[in-house]
């Protein structure tokens, strides 16, 4: 069965990059999550969308956009990156109303130098 | 708000033992999800059980069980005859209409299994 793309799963970037990370949800998931999850932490909720408009919106600095495409696929971008972004950024879709499934994508690794 | 606490960082357990993770949950949601996930050191996130909120029944799958006391907002996971593979993090998350359907994690536990 498809499961969550996310690409790429490794990159880095030095202070003051950006960078951009790509999530493809599994086929007929009406909704994408993006979390951020730091070394030996917990997953933290960044921001999701439900049917290609923005839903709801967590921890997400305000260098950080996201959005969901008419393919449903979505982006994160991160702008000025910091040492403190460097963490595992993971993407998840589900149906949002229904879905007793939240599958989440491998990850994103993103280390920032 | 919601809130979810385990409460042990981390545990040990020999091969073909069971074992209980826990987790306490705190929600003014009146329907709601509780979710386990596995995450090894490689870092990916992987779904294991789901409980919904008025199910009558404990949820299983395969070796996984979920132990939902509603009254006393637990739902614990055990894992029946672990195998060394069973190594890895282990995730509760809750989800309901107050949180916007997003999953709020626990910090979770380390599970090692032993041989």
């Known amino acids: 069965a498809a499961g969550v793309i996310q690409s790429p799963r490794h990159l880095i970037k030095e202070k003051r990059e950006t960078a951009t990370l790509k999530c493809y949800p599994i086929?007929?998931?009406?909704?994408v999550y993006w979390y951020q999850q730091g070394p030996g932490q917990d997953p933290q909720f960044l921001i999701s969308?439900?049917?290609?408009?923005?839903?709801d919106k967590g921890s997400i600095p305000d260098r950080f956009s996201a959005q969901q495409f008419s393919d449903y696929h979505s982006e994160l971008n991160m702008s000025s990156l910091e040492l403190g972004d460097s963490a595992l950024y993971f993407c998840a879709s589900t149906v949002k109303f229904s879905g007793n499934t939240i599958y989440f994508g491998e990850g994103s690794w993103l280390t920032v130098v | 708000a919601q809130k979810i606490t385990q409460t042990q960082p981390g545990m040990f357990v020999q091969e073909k033992e069971a074992v209980t993770l826990d987790c306490t949950y705190d929600?003014?949601?009146?329907?709601?999800?509780l979710f386990w996930y596995k995450q090894p050191s490689s870092g990916e996130m992987i779904f294991l059980i789901y409980q919904g909120s008025y199910d009558e029944q404990n949820a299983t799958e395969g070796r996984y069980s979920l132990n939902f006391q509603k009254a006393r907002k637990s739902a614990n996971l055990v894992i029946s005859a672990s195998q060394l593979g069973d190594s890895a993090m282990y995730f509760c998350?809750?989800?309901?209409?107050?949180?916007?359907?997003?999953?709020?994690f626990g910090k979770g536990t380390s599970l090692l299994v032993t041989p």
């Open positions: 998350a809750m989800r309901g209409s107050n949180s916007g359907y997003a999953l709020n």
């Open positions: 929600t003014s949601d009146q329907s709601y999800g």
């Open positions: 969308f439900y049917e290609k408009m923005q839903s």
């Open positions: 086929p007929r998931h009406d909704t």
